[in-house]
């Protein structure tokens, strides 16, 4: 017979490169996702996609999953081997989430995969599985943003994390705001300079200690010039998504869209993870009227711009709303 599971994308409004100092972020699960039907129960993992080419063809227990060809099937090896599953399945995925965008459709296919397989576990656990999966897949050290939204999401609800506890509060978005995304170019972490900025943060965290309790004051005082400017916008970032919740929380939308501007001008400037291209859209975004503000998410060096903005203000990009995290359909 044939089992559906079902996992969404994700966009972050505001908490951006602070999820792997345990900092805090707000993304929200989107209103589209990627899809896997199957059947299981052969001692193989078999899976085709009607996005990528190839066929991934793996035992339970791959040995080396960042080597498996073809290489979309290094996410879906992953999650086999972190899970040793005891038996496979055999089906299909399909997405409608946008691929290599920054809109998550790989942590998408991680916790899909891993439902599919008969994972059995909160949602924090899930997402730590699959987190642990995107490591092991790509050797790129991300945080767990994707992966616990994408489990976890609340339908009208973006989820302020704390990186570090792992609580998630679900945060109501006011109904008269609307969420427009804006794709700008592909991007891909691996080989981008990410692994610089967590080295980066490390070494300001040696200075001062954990970022996720310094303040920004602290920060201003680190001596080398480029690990202060990441530590005093990972500072100033984590205060930002406590403002912007109490903001969206008082439906204040002008204060939510320019804490969203901030955060763009401190990644641009201090984080330098934006692009001409993407800081060019932020600007054009910020000047169309009924546009509360705008900044660029994901981690950055590509991928898209989030606007917060009036309904109907904007006639280009994806309007997303906000929908419950990945479930067995
Ligand atoms: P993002 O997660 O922002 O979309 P990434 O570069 O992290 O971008 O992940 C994209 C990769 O995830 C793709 O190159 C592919 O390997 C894999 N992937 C995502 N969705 C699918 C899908 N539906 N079918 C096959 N592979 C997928
Ligand atoms: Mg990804």
Do not use: K
């Not at 730590?128 to 050797?139: D, K, V, Y």
């Not at 790129?140 to 998630?168: E, F, K, N, S, W």
């Amino acid at each position: 017979m044939n089992r559906r599971v079902a996992a969404p994308g994700r966009v972050n409004l505001i908490g951006e490169h602070t999820d792997y100092t345990g900092g805090l972020v707000m993304p929200m699960a989107i209103d589209r996702s990627t899809r896997i039907t199957f059947h299981r129960g052969s001692d193989r993992v078999h899976l085709a996609s009607v996005d990528e080419p190839g066929v991934v063809d793996l035992p339970l227990a791959p040995a080396d999953p960042a080597a498996v060809q073809p290489s979309w099937g290094r996410y879906v090896a992953a999650v086999v081997a972190e899970m040793a599953p005891h038996d496979g399945l055999r089906g299909h995925v399909s997405t409608d989430i946008p691929i290599g965008a920054g809109l998550s459709s790989s942590a998408a296919l991680e916790v899909a995969t891993a439902l599919a397989l008969g994972f059995r576990g909160t949602a924090v656990e899930l997402a730590q599985l699959c987190r642990r999966a995107e490591h092991r897949a790509t050797g790129v050290p991300t945080g767990i943003m994707d992966q616990l939204v994408i489990a976890a999401g609340v339908r009208g609800h973006a989820l302020m994390i704390d990186c570090h506890t792992l609580d998630y509060t679900p945060v109501p978005i006011p109904r008269e705001a609307q969420i427009v995304v804006q794709f700008i170019a592909h991007r891909t972490l691996e080989g981008s300079p990410y692994t610089e900025r967590v080295a980066q943060c490390a070494a300001a965290e040696a200075a001062i200690g954990p970022l996720r309790l310094a303040t920004p004051e602290l920060a201003a005082a680190i001596a080398d010039p480029l690990v202060r400017s990441r530590a005093v916008h990972v500072t100033t970032e984590n205060r930002r998504v406590l403002s912007f919740a109490d903001a969206l929380r008082a439906g204040d939308l002008t204060a939510a869209g320019a804490l969203m501007v901030d955060s763009h001008r401190s990644l641009r400037d201090l984080y330098e993870c934006s692009t001409p291209a993407m800081d060019a859209a932020v600007d054009e975004l910020c000047a169309t009227p009924g546009v509360y503000g705008a900044r660029m998410t994901g981690g950055g060096f590509g991928g898209c711009v989030v606007a917060l903005a009036e309904p109907g203000a904007l006639t280009t990009g994806w309007v997303v709303s906000a929908v419950d995290g990945a479930h067995r359909a």
